[in-house]
């Protein structure tokens, strides 16, 4: 019984020797080939948090992909003020005002009336109606039309 077991783990012991060059010998070829197809090169597990920390991609970001903003729009308005105004309204503002920043209403005007220009008042309207429209509990189009 001895000599069986002694046998066991010898033969289970060249299987495991040979296995494990034949293993290496495969893996080298594989790595070579990831290597030399760009493959073997894992991707970032940071990259995306490095991007959502980066404000300049995230303002082009937002501008671009939740905005609409064409890049003449951001050439326009200039990257520098398009950066400026998102730093100090503020993300969440930024997303639902942008296009009113960026045509060229003022960050205290928007503060004002965004939700009034946003319904599709003009600013003229909003800013001589503006309290009447805010207060009114409606439509603010609808007041306005009744006003008229």
Do not use: W
């Amino acid at each position: 019984m001895k000599l069986l077991s002694t046998h066991f783990i010898a033969i289970l012991s060249i299987c495991i020797a040979f296995a494990t060059a034949h293993a290496q010998e495969g893996g080298a070829e594989d790595a070579a080939s990831a290597s030399a197809t760009g493959s073997a090169a894992a991707p970032s597990k940071g990259a995306p948090k490095a991007a959502q920390a980066n404000t300049a991609l995230r303002t082009l970001h937002i501008a671009v992909h939740k905005l609409g903003l064409s890049i003449d729009d951001i050439k326009t308005f200039g990257y520098k003020n398009l950066k400026e105004t998102y730093k100090q309204v503020g993300g969440s503002d930024f997303k639902k005002y942008g296009e009113l920043y960026v045509s060229g209403i003022t960050i205290e005007q928007v503060e004002s009336y965004g939700d009034l220009l946003l319904q599709g008042v003009t600013l003229d309207d909003a800013i001589k109606y503006g309290d009447s429209l805010l207060d009114s509990g409606e439509g603010a189009l609808e007041v306005l039309a009744a006003k008229d």
